[in-house]
């Protein structure tokens, strides 16, 4: 069985253009989390998505925004770049929060 | 709001010692409790977890039990391995319709010397 693919594994934009992130989580998973790893600052919770719908959002600007599609991948959208949205982004899926998360390896944004 | 406090890193142990890794939490509910483990360049792993009071959980070596009365679930393995290095992450969850997520505590980097 797949894992949670994401991609791309690494990118490189310039302070003011957009990112698009995507994930695919494992097959009969309905919901989708977003996570920032930023250095020194842990895994902040970014959006949850589940069966299409944005469900729960963390505390960020509304320049991280995203969507989930009917196959229940899931794309993450950083407009405006900045500096310090240079973190690695996590994608994890799950049937339901209590059985716990299953992550993706990650996309590395780098913003330069 | 939910929140995990680890125990301050890093942590430098020689290969074969004992591993206890702080981990406390607050939650209003009932959560599930989750350790989970990040490998250099990669995404997290799940490592064990645990759904109720009094249970423990175990994988690997790693072993946590659910201390609702000390609201703790310390991570320990009873001889560590080089392979073992890398960061530890304790989460807790709770099932509350549209606040479900997973609340992480700040990671702790363990070093393993052979």
């Known amino acids: 069985e797949a894992g949670v693919t994401q991609s791309p594994t690494h990118l490189i934009k310039t302070r003011g253009q957009q990112a698009t992130l995507r994930c695919s989580p494992i097959s009969g998973h309905t919901s989708v989390y977003w996570y920032q790893q930023a250095l020194g600052l842990g895994l902040q919770f970014l959006l949850w998505y589940d069966e299409g719908e944005e469900r729960n959002r963390g505390n960020f600007p509304p320049r991280f925004s995203g969507r989930q599609f009917p196959n229940y991948s899931s794309e993450l959208n950083v407009n405006a770049l900045e500096l310090e949205d240079s973190a690695l982004y996590l994608c994890?899926?799950?049937?339901?929060?209590?059985?716990?998360?299953?992550f993706g390896s990650g996309t590395r944004l780098t913003v330069v | 709001g939910n929140s995990v406090t680890q125990m301050e890193g890093p942590v430098t142990l020689s290969e074969e010692a004992f591993l206890t890794i702080n981990c406390t939490y607050t939650?209003?509910?009932?959560?599930?409790l989750f350790w989970y483990v990040q490998y250099p360049g990669e995404g997290l792993q799940l490592l064990l977890k645990?759904?109720?009071?009094?249970d423990k959980g175990s994988n690997k070596g790693f072993e946590a039990t659910y201390r609702k009365e000390t609201t703790s679930f310390h991570l320990e393995k009873g001889s560590v391995q080089v392979s073992d290095s890398a960061v530890y992450f304790c989460a807790l969850s709770e099932d509350t319709g549209a606040n479900s997520k997973l609340t992480f505590g700040k990671g702790i980097t363990l070093s393993v010397r052979p």
């Open positions: 939650a209003t509910g009932y959560p599930s």
């Open positions: 994890a899926s799950s049937l339901w929060v209590g059985g716990g998360y299953t």
């Open positions: 645990a759904t109720k009071a009094d």
